[in-house]
């Protein structure tokens, strides 16, 4: 079973539309959640962190359920520049050393 | 204020040659960690550094190293290059290592070796 495990994509979206991204993690232990954002041939970006309350901000919500060991992302009212690959990632221990552990990506296609 | 800048941001190895990369982090940051990102793969964790020191190492071959230096640059070192090393080799600077330190990718190195 892979870490970090995304749905696959890519998804096709008109403008406006909502959109979910789904995630998993197998690592109990992990301490921190993140959504990244990745244009292509750049580096990645950090959207949002993800906390158990889930958060806001903006068009984008993030939610954390640490029972399931699932991530989520919602995306409303869809934009052109929201075309990107979106990134679920995990953080390492929460003393010594922290690492990230990346999905594989999900590709986002938003249309006019 | 200058983010974390790698270089060379391209270049191109022969298979069995060798390889440096460079990053420089965030003014200030003292973690530098090593992704590689294979062409439709999330980045793969490599290396960290904290102070000087290798705080954490991914699933890599003994032919990938890395250090860093007192000014905490850091530099990744690939030897015996295989065709399966072309990657984005992406830096990451964060201020300390642990939750709640925010971590900033430089825009990467491409390597391609044929």
């Known amino acids: 079973r892979k870490e970090v495990e995304q749905d696959p994509g890519p998804f096709n979206v008109p403008e406006g539309a909502t959109v979910a991204f789904n995630c998993t993690y197998s690592?109990?232990?992990?301490?921190?959640f993140f959504w990244y954002r990745q244009d292509c041939r750049k580096e990645p970006k950090l959207l949002m962190s993800?906390?158990?309350s889930g958060n806001e901000d903006g068009r984008f919500t993030a939610q954390l359920n640490r029972a399931s060991q699932y991530i989520s992302l919602l995306i409303r009212d869809s934009k052109l520049s929201d075309s990107a690959t979106y990134l679920c990632?995990?953080?390492?221990?929460?003393?010594?050393?922290?690492?990230?552990?990346f999905g594989k990506g999900t590709m986002l296609l938003v249309s006019p | 204020d200058a983010g974390v800048t790698q270089s060379p941001t391209h270049l191109i190895k022969t298979r069995g040659q060798h390889v440096t990369l460079r990053c420089s982090p965030i003014?200030?940051?003292?973690?530098v960690s090593w992704y590689q990102q294979v062409l439709g793969q999330g980045p793969q964790f490599i290396f960290q550094?904290?102070?000087?020191?290798?705080?954490g190492r991914g699933n890599f071959p003994d032919r990938f190293s890395a250090r860093q230096f007192p000014n905490y640059s850091s530099e990744l070192n690939v030897n015996a290059l295989l065709l399966g090393d072309s990657a984005l080799y992406l830096c990451?600077?964060?201020?300390?290592?642990?939750?709640?330190?925010?971590?900033?990718f430089g825009e990467g190195s491409w390597l391609t070796v044929v």
């Open positions: 003014s200030g940051h003292k973690s």
């Open positions: 990632v995990v953080g390492g221990p929460p003393s010594g050393y922290s690492t990230l552990t």
């Open positions: 550094y904290y102070e000087k020191e290798e705080r």
């Open positions: 990451a600077s964060s201020l300390a290592t642990g939750v709640g330190n925010t971590i900033y």
């Open positions: 993800v906390y158990s």
């Open positions: 690592n109990s232990a992990s301490q921190s």
